[in-house]
């Protein structure tokens, strides 16, 4: 069993900054890549960013403004969010591509940014 974590949500002012955190937990070898993706009220799921090794992909809307960074040690993945705009507000959920074992998603994180 595989077990995602996040972390670090909340309420901010637009030009705030919040850093989430996602945790992997559970019985597996290794983990290929660990992103977020978020989903803003009426709207679809979409990627924010990922990671994989040294590789990271964000979506053009947050270029410049996020940062996402991985501890394999803990097998843990982060999202500094800076200068952040109400437009980011939504549920960020973190997800795990686990070698030989599939996609893995977390329950997600509440971030609401106020203008």
């Known amino acids: 069993q595989v077990q995602l974590v996040e972390s670090g949500g909340g309420l901010v002012q637009a030009g705030g900054s919040l850093r989430l955190s996602c945790a992997a937990s559970g019985s597996f070898f290794s983990i290929n890549t660990m992103g977020w993706h978020r989903q803003a009220p009426g709207q679809q799921r979409e990627l924010a960013a990922r990671i994989s090794g040294g590789t990271t992909t964000y979506a053009d809307s947050v270029k410049g403004r996020f940062s996402i960074s991985r501890d394999n040690a803990k097998n843990t993945v982060y999202l500094q969010m800076n200068k952040l705009e109400p437009e980011d507000t939504g549920v960020y959920y973190c997800?795990?591509?686990?070698?030989?074992?599939?996609?893995?998603w977390g329950r997600g994180t509440q971030v609401t940014v106020s203008s």
């Open positions: 997800y795990a591509v686990i070698s030989g074992r599939g996609l893995y």
